[in-house]
């Protein structure tokens, strides 16, 4: 299958899973601003062109986000005239549905799922769509693409509904709720076709620039990181980009000179690691790190 083929099958696919989920009563598109909720919004406009977005945009701020991330994300809200809903970390420590230990310097990623599942009861959300892949992580390998969650938010493997013939099984019971992977098929060298493709615009980290960073336990973290503790090295300036984005605590760099698109697919090309292994510290705490996240109600 050439590369042109498949990269329109898996368009065709996701969009047709995306046309799906508004069979839903009020679903949201989960937007970060990484490049795969990037290439998940520029499906979903494709999916409803000319007409406007069926449904919002909602991000889980930690208050660690990259500034760079957290400015593409507001003008490509604005680009695609979307509405576009932030539910942060802070805002749910000053309402009393997390502690204020919440707030310390070290990641929040843990902090995520329950701001998420508070999010989704003040809206009424019962379906997100998520730009999750199969090929990222173990845990992520098993999800189904329509993924139910119980009533508390939770992911139980044992409890994945078949999808034979394509046909998803849509149907909830009160309380329940569908998170919906529309990308489950693609691996990061499509998503980075798909970029080059569709002329996809992404946040500036995503290609090498000059950045202070430290290393820590195999990872480069930003100089800047609110997690930066005493015996830390000091930080030195190398020439790197960003595989994947998230909370700056704990997503690291690679050392990269690949400052265009075709020069990236190039880099992908030769990876043997995918880019959450490479770079999450967060899914190094263990093999089963992921997994106990989600059950959690995690993304």
Known sequence: MTPGRRLRQLESEAIAIIREVTGFRRPALLFSGG??????????????????????????????????VLGYRDATATRHRARLLVASVEDAVRDGVLPAAALGGESRNKFQSKVLLHTIGQHGFDALLGGARRDEEKARAKERVFS????????????????????????????????????????????????????????????????????????????????RREHDPAPVVRSVRYRTVGDMTCTGAVLSTSRTVAEVLEEVLAARITERGATRADDRVGDAAMEDRKKEGYF
């Not at 499906?43 to 919002?56: I, K, Q, T």
């Not at 701020?61 to 990259?66: I, Q």
């Not at 046909?167 to 499509?190: H, Y």
């Open 35 to 68: 490049k795969d909720s990037a290439v998940l919004l520029e499906l979903a406009c494709r999916a409803f062109a000319p007409a406007p977005l069926p449904f919002p945009l909602l991000h889980i701020d930690t208050g660690h986000n990259f500034p760079e």
């Open 148 to 227: 139910l969650r119980d009533t508390f938010g939770r992911w139980d493997p044992r409890a994945q509904r078949p999808e034979l013939w394509e046909v998803p099984n849509t149907r909830l019971a009160p309380g329940q709720n569908m998170r919906v992977f529309p990308l489950s098929n693609w691996t990061e060298l499509d998503v980075w076709t798909y970029i080059a493709a569709r002329d996809v615009p992404l946040p500036p980290l995503y290609f090498a620039h000059e950045r202070a960073v430290f290393e820590r336990d195999g990872i480069l973290l930003d100089a800047g990181t609110p997690a």
